[in-house]
């Protein structure tokens, strides 16, 4: 097939001189925008299309190359090294220049459905409710209105075992993660199991904050408990509603060995329930937090109900680590916004946000349905998994299957999407793309599913 090499151009515009086109190939790759496996030009073409001299090109692939991030195979050029998909790959590339024809990255909720006038007369009410004290320092674990609705929202949709005080409000998971980490390290923890294959952000951050993550397979009744046993780990993070990016929920017989096994190790579940709220065929399972409130801490987003712009989530935390972690939010950042807090507060005691879910989950049934019919027509013998909830499918491959090269050809051919290799640790369980649906039009999916279908049959 043909890669789109004037995309690929596009990319690599702004680069002068030597240093200038290795330096835009390197960005382009870091951020995800020219993907593992994919083929670049061969250096006579680029050099050509670029109107610079071919030792330019050679330059610049050989320092790259050397550098790790591009790979030279004998008979079929360069590519995109597969040690260059590192977890910031997976995330949204910055606004750039680049316009892909679909971007079916997951991750993204339809932020045109964000419900921008409840959210403002929320705002109204809230800020016109809060006394001149309430603008000072807010507690670092959150406001009092917030947790308090907060408790209500999680026992009525999640059957959690939740108080106001158990609440912390965070920017979003990934601080809830954060916290939690350090708290972890310092209570002695030195590594967290994962699941794999699982969210790349979360390794990122997790080694970053120097705990060593430890992949644990997932099946189809979710992460193996019994993977769990043979490490020596003492915390683990888990997607129980519906496993990132496979879509499995954890079956009722795992989520009781999970909670044995924190039991007996002394140990912390980590449940990051990322998109439960989207849930099609039925309505969602419970969160695992109420089997055992005091060994699992509850990790919640607005980021795939609302926007991830808004920073702004909660931690359900009961257990030993809460006074380290609410610590630690206070010295760290003071505490979040107490204007958008107070305004969240006042959409969920409203029924603002139960409305806008109501909304949002036909939206994302409809988009779900458009891109599984046209697949369904069009390329039968590959099955989608995962599909009964959240925002993105799983399409699997035949096994054999290179993901990673197929991603990359659909890339270069203007179809931006990941390999579900991208998200394993060791190997992942069998090839596939994963599809994010949410932020797409019913419209953009069956011809984002359609250019699929022709791009694999080229
Ligand atoms: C598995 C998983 N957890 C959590 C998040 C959201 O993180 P945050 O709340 O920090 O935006 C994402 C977003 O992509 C995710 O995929």
Same mark, same amino acid.
């Given at each position: 097939m043909k890669e789109n090499w004037s995309t690929f151009r596009e990319l690599l515009v702004p680069a002068a001189g030597p240093r200038g086109l290795e330096r835009a190939l390197r960005e382009a790759i870091r951020a995800g925008h020219l993907p593992a496996g994919l083929r670049l030009p061969s250096t006579r073409d680029l050099a050509g299309q670029l109107g610079v001299a071919r030792g330019t090109v050679t330059a610049a692939y050989d320092q790259l190359a050397a550098e790790g991030y591009l790979e030279a195979r004998r008979g079929s050029g360069t590519r995109v090294a597969l040690a260059a998909v590192t977890p910031a790959a997976a995330e949204p590339p910055a606004a750039g220049p680049v316009r892909w024809d %679909?971007?079916?990255?997951? &991750?993204?909720? =339809?932020?045109? =459905?964000? !419900?921008r006038s409840a959210w403002i007369s929320a705002c109204r009410t809230a800020l016109n409710g809060?006394?001149? %004290?309430?603008? &000072?320092?807010?507690?670092a674990a959150g406001l009092l209105s917030l947790r308090q609705e907060l408790s209500g929202y999680l026992a009525r949709v999640r059957a959690m075992v939740v108080r106001p005080e158990d609440v912390v409000v965070t920017h979003g998971s990934a601080e809830a993660l954060v916290l939690l980490c350090r708290s972890l390290r310092a209570a002695g923890h030195t590594e967290i199991a994962v699941e794999n294959p699982s969210y790349p952000g979360q390794l990122e951050l997790i080694i970053e904050q120097g705990l060593r993550p430890v992949p644990v397979p997932v099946d189809d009744e979710g992460l193996r408990v019994a993977g769990l046993l043979g490490t020596s780990c003492r915390a683990v993070v888990v997607?129980? =509603? %519906?496993?990132? !990016?496979?879509?499995?929920a954890l079956s009722p017989r795992r989520r009781r060995e999970l909670v044995l096994w924190a039991t007996t190790v002394d140990g912390l579940v980590i449940e990051d329930d990322y998109d439960a709220e989207h849930r099609y065929d039925r309505p969602a399972l419970a969160a695992l937090q109420a089997l055992a409130p005091g060994r699992v801490a509850y990790l919640g987003t607005t980021s795939k109900t609302l926007a991830p712009g808004l920073r702004l989530g909660w931690l359900v935390l009961a257990g030993q680590h809460r006074a380290t972690v609410v610590e630690s939010k206070r010295l760290h950042?003071?505490? $979040?916004?107490v204007l958008e807090q107070a305004g969240f507060a006042e959409l969920l005691r409203s029924g603002g946000y139960d409305r806008h879910l109501r909304s949002t989950r036909r939206l994302y049934r409809q988009r779900r349905d458009a891109l599984l019919s046209e697949l369904a027509a069009r390329v039968p013998a590959w099955q989608p998994i995962g599909i009964a909830a959240g925002l993105h499918v799983v399409l699997r491959l035949p096994a054999g299957t290179d993901d990673r090269e197929l991603a990359g050809r659909l890339t270069g051919s203007g179809i931006l999407l990941a390999p579900l290799s991208a998200y394993a640790m060791t190997a992942a369980p069998f090839p596939g793309l994963v599809i994010g649906? &949410? $932020?797409?039009?019913a419209g953009r999916l069956r011809s984002a599913a359609a250019a699929i279908a022709e791009a694999l049959s080229a």
């Open positions: %679909h971007d079916l990255r997951t &991750g993204m909720p =339809a932020l045109g =459905a964000f !419900p809060l006394s001149d %004290h309430d603008l &000072g320092y807010p507690e997607t129980s =509603a %519906h496993q990132y !990016p496979l879509g499995v950042d003071r505490g $979040n916004s649906y &949410g $932020n797409v039009s």
